[in-house]
């Protein structure tokens, strides 16, 4: 029959993903962050999908110049001179489903029934960059590089505090609005189409259901432990970030004070470095930050917003619409043609302990009122002003524990600038 034909199906689908896909399980009535391990337990010893992201010098054209040493990049040509440093992400396959109060995502690094892909299915791999995307301000084009040199001079360039303990050299670029982001992105290559972007939304989606998978937990400030349970898996977390810097505007007003590869000594690895930033008087330690790095993504979370592109919220001053492209030709700063319309978000500031997945595994938060500890334990800002408003994402260094990989704020008009907003650099190949 028609009924026992479907069930066969759903049954070989599920047996398939049993052998293939790997993911997690979390009960949305259940208040820990902590999900289940599910499917093949060999792939979550193996973590396939999460092994196939490399550190990569990427050319302007796309080309890949240089594939980074696995254990540590020290001594590798970081400066620009060789390419972007860049991360590819594989365009992996996966799964995200609803079963009553549960949901669950899966990821498996081959074409599985009832599985699609984050972009086109022409496209292998994404990129992002290793660091905080820094600004060479001689030709006004985005970065990830290492190089201290006064033309890649970060945050909002003062040169005034070059040889001080607030030198902004080898830092991030900020107080710079989500437009010219895009812009100073593409300038990498004026002919490549729009291949080269700032932070795309749905890149940071992909990293960080990688994470969730990988470590079976929505806490992504969970403290860091870099030995695996009684079961083989990771646990833990990548600890608080840098998120407790104390008086960050007395110190450098709001500037990036994290030099780009600063946990370089990590190569494709996951940890967390300390780094000592300095008092006034160059000597005195004025603050220990725990700089995370996730599979050689550097400050996935905390230190600075990072504004994102790709996803554009529509407030009508009650509702609250969640708009995401995956075609950067289409990223706009004034409507949503070419956006899909994912769904309504939370109209209501706080805790996150939905976020609206779909389909897509969208993380924009749908109900708020958790807390640091429990379901997302990340947290959510907004505006109730009618406009179009962009997304920041993963937090910044002074405010705690709302920071992680689900920490999102929808205050800001693409217009918006600030010192403690910088973003990413990304490519997409063009298909």
């Known amino acids: 029959t028609a009924a026992a034909n479907a069930n066969a199906a759903a049954s070989s689908v599920e047996n398939l993903s049993a052998l293939y896909a790997y993911g997690v399980e979390w009960d949305t009535t259940v208040s820990s962050p902590n999900g289940t391990r599910i499917g093949n337990a060999t792939l979550h010893h193996t973590l396939p999908v999460q092994n196939m992201m490399k550190g990569v ?14 254990a ?112 100073y992105a593409r300038k990498r290559n004026s002919s490549a189409n729009t291949c080269w972007n700032e932070y795309i939304y749905t890149i940071h989606v992909m990293i960080s259901w990688l994470f969730f998978t990988e470590y079976a937990t929505l806490n992504s400030q969970k403290d860091y432990n870099a030995s695996l349970d009684s079961n083989g898996y990771k646990q833990g977390g990548l600890g608080a970030g840098v998120s407790n810097m104390p008086d960050w505007g007395g110190y450098n007003g709001t500037n990036p004070f994290i030099a780009c590869g600063t946990t370089d000594s990590l190569g494709n690895r996951s940890g967390v ?23 050689g993504i550097e400050n996935p979370f905390g230190h600075l917003w990072k504004w994102s592109d790709g996803v554009n919220i529509k407030e009508d001053g009650t509702t609250r619409t969640a708009y995401v492209t995956t075609h950067p030709s289409k990223f706009s700063d004034t409507a949503y043609d070419g956006y899909e319309n994912r769904g309504t978000i939370s109209h209501s500031e706080g805790w996150t302990t939905k976020m609206l997945l779909g389909y897509f595994g969208d993380l924009l938060p749908l109900v708020v009122g958790g807390s640091s500890s429990t379901f997302w334990c990340d947290y959510y800002w907004l505006n109730t002003s009618p406009n179009l408003y962009g997304a920041l994402l993963g937090g910044m260094a002074f405010i705690g524990a709302t920071d992680g990989f689900g920490s999102v704020n929808t205050m800001s008009v693409p217009a918006g600038a600030d010192t403690a907003i910088g973003s990413r650099l990304c490519f997409v190949p063009s298909v």
């Open 72 to 183: 540590t990049w020290i001594g590798q040509p970081l400066d620009g001179s060789k390419g972007q440093v860049m991360v590819k992400i594989p365009n992996y396959w996966f799964r995200c489903e609803t079963d009553g109060t549960k949901f669950r995502f899966w990821v498996s690094d081959r074409q599985l029934a009832g599985f699609t892909q984050f972009f086109d299915n022409k496209i292998n791999y994404v990129y992002c960059s290793a660091y905080e995307a820094g600004l060479d301000r001689a030709n006004m084009a985005l970065v990830s590089i290492v190089n201290s040199s006064t033309q890649y001079r970060g945050g909002n360039n003062t040169a005034d505090w070059d040889g001080t303990y607030r030198s902004l050299l080898n830092m991030p670029a900020t107080n710079i609005s989500r437009t010219n982001f895009r812009t």
């Open 57 to 70: 010098l990427l050319g302007d054209d796309g080309t890949e110049n240089q594939i980074l040493n696995d």
């Open 273 to 295: 470095v300390n780094c000592d930033i300095l008092a006034a008087d160059g000597t005195t330690v004025y603050y220990t930050a725990q700089v995370p790095r996730y599979r």
